[in-house]
T-cell receptor, first 115, second 114 residues
Framework: NAGVMQNPRHLVRRRGQEARLRCSPM?????VYWYRQLPEEGLKFMVY????????ESGMPKERFSAEFPKEGPSILRIQQVVRGDSAAYFC?????????????FGNGTRLTVT | GQQLNQSPQSMFIQEGEDVSMNCTSS?????WLWYKQDPGEGPVLLIA?????ELTSNGRLTAQFGITRKDSFLNISASIPSDVGIYFC??????????????FGKGTHLIIQP
């Protein structure tokens, strides 16, 4: 199965710690998107990356959150000094080209719990 | 911004019934996508629509891209227990450089009573 792979599936962090979420896109996909989902809500766009470039980070908080998609290796969403309000499911998606021309395929998410 | 409104918010139906849900927007979309999310999983693409008026089927699922480009509906015929889940509509969000990702509706929760 060459789908979008996210790890870890579950992550528990204490307030003030750092959370690091990883995403490996589908084979052949060079466009990566991160979304956040709160219980009983839809998915909210956070950031869109291509290899080594952040294309749109308009949905990502400017403080404590950062994302990267290096030339080699998975995309990383990093949350520094986590707070309880960061608890959510974080989904990564990938596409072959931009979202108008090729649908997004999602991973199974990382569920972050901040205690 | 581009917002998608889904209705109904939730549906309680009997197994075997047909299901209909829709998605509307105040702005035009050139692509409509329907996803299904099972508990604890990521959304899975069901149907993609690329032309106004297009009607596309995937097994018991049928979706249509509205002529005005501001709406879409999804029908499920003869529902079965595994159809339970949350159904999301989605469409591309554009910036000056092109399509940046998807905006999602808040979902329709489908609950099936055997």
């Amino acid at each position: 199965n060459a789908g979008v792979m996210q790890n870890p599936r579950h992550l528990v962090r204490r307030r003030g710690q750092e959370a690091r979420l990883r995403c490996s896109p589908m084979k052949g996909h060079s466009h990566v998107y991160w979304y956040r989902q709160l219980p009983e809500e839809g998915l909210k766009f956070m950031v869109y990356l291509q290899k080594e470039n952040i294309i749109d980070e308009s949905g990502m908080p400017k403080e404590r959150f950062s994302a990267e998609f290096p030339k080699e290796g998975p995309s990383i969403l990093r949350i520094q000094q986590v707070v309880r309000g960061d608890s959510a499911a974080y989904f990564c998606a990938s596409s072959a080209t931009d979202s108008y021309n090729s649908p997004l395929h999602f991973g199974n998410g990382t569920r972050l719990t901040v205690t | 911004g581009q917002q998608l409104n889904q209705s109904p918010q939730s549906m309680f139906i009997q197994e075997g019934e047909d299901v209909s849900m829709n998605c509307t927007s105040s702005s035009i979309f050139n692509t409509w996508l329907w996803y299904k999310q099972d508990p604890g999983e990521g959304p899975v693409l069901l149907i993609a629509l690329y032309k106004a008026g297009e009607l596309t089927s995937n097994g018991r699922l049928t979706a249509q891209f509205g002529i005005t480009r501001k709406d879409s509906f999804l029908n499920i015929s003869a529902s079965i227990p595994s159809d339970v889940g949350i159904y999301f509509c989605a469409g591309p969000v554009y910036s000056g450089g092109g399509a940046d990702g998807l905006t999602f509706g808040k979902g329709t929760h489908l609950i099936i009573q055997p």
